[in-house]
């Protein structure tokens, strides 16, 4: 049996029909069990991370757990991920997978990174068997940050980040719940790009010019704080730009291709797979 909690959302989901599809029997754990897929031989339960009490029943008798980030702010979210940890810990679970963040560390520019560092060292303590894939930024996630003229401005200045596709750290993540190899691995796309790189590289899909253009951490301050009244998630949109910029994603690794046996998708590839995530960028202003 495996557990998948976050089954609701993309990554998980996506993972869960994975290994659905190859017969494995799962367990789906979600806040809400009404939005989890439904799938032969599987079993859905309603789990939180942020109640205890509900992940008992959740991780008992699971042979390999995926551990998927938690929604809220840095800080609580990390304390939101012991609770799961300590939960598969009292249930002995053979193998925990843990989604991280490629470039997480006590001191990085992205918030969510830091989080994930703490995440990750709460993990150990657990003393559990486990896999950590340190995910590079989804490359999707820089669909929603143009604006209606297609500018995508941030302080990413000429950083390049090895981007990921959302499908290729599922089938990655599928691979590692059945392998169980251990240790902590950067999951990454195949080439590191900049975010002018990105927006060139997205035009000739969307059928419009996109541009990116740079501006400092505080003129970015300055603007999201006129459209985000909390200051954290000003400091998370602002952060994601600061580590593009420091060089935190820039390395590529190999670990899509050994666990998977095939190469990770370029963008071009990703976006002509699922061209429905760029229906809101072909719109015009």
Known sequence: MILITGAS?????RTAELLARDGHKLRLMTRNPARAPK????????????????????????????????????GERARLHRNAFQAAAHARVGHVVYLSLQGAAPDSKYPFSRDHSLSEQFLFAAGLPCTVLRNAFYMDMFLEKFDTGGVI???????????????????????????????????????ALSVAGIAGRLSPLVGRQLRYEDESADAARDRL??????AWRVDLSVGWFLAIAAGELERTSDAILRFT???????????????ELLRALHRTP
Do not use: I, M, N
């Open 225 to 230: 704080s006129k459209l985000e009244p909390l």
């Open 39 to 74: 799938l032969t031989e599987a079993e859905t339960v309603r789990g939180d991370f942020a109640e205890p009490a509900t992940l008992k029943d959740a991780f008992a008798g699971v042979s390999a757990a995926l551990v998927v980030s938690a929604s809220g702010e840095p």
């Open 261 to 275: 046996g095939t190469p990770p998708l370029t963008l071009e590839d990703y976006f002509r797979a699922f061209p």
């Open 9 to 13: 959302g993309r990554v998980a989901r």
């Open 153 to 191: 401005r941030g302080p990413a200045r000429q950083g390049r980040g090895a981007f990921v596709s959302r499908e290729d750290v599922a089938r990655t993540t599928a691979a590692v719940l059945l392998k169980q190899p251990g240790g902590t691995y950067d999951v990454t796309g195949p080439e």
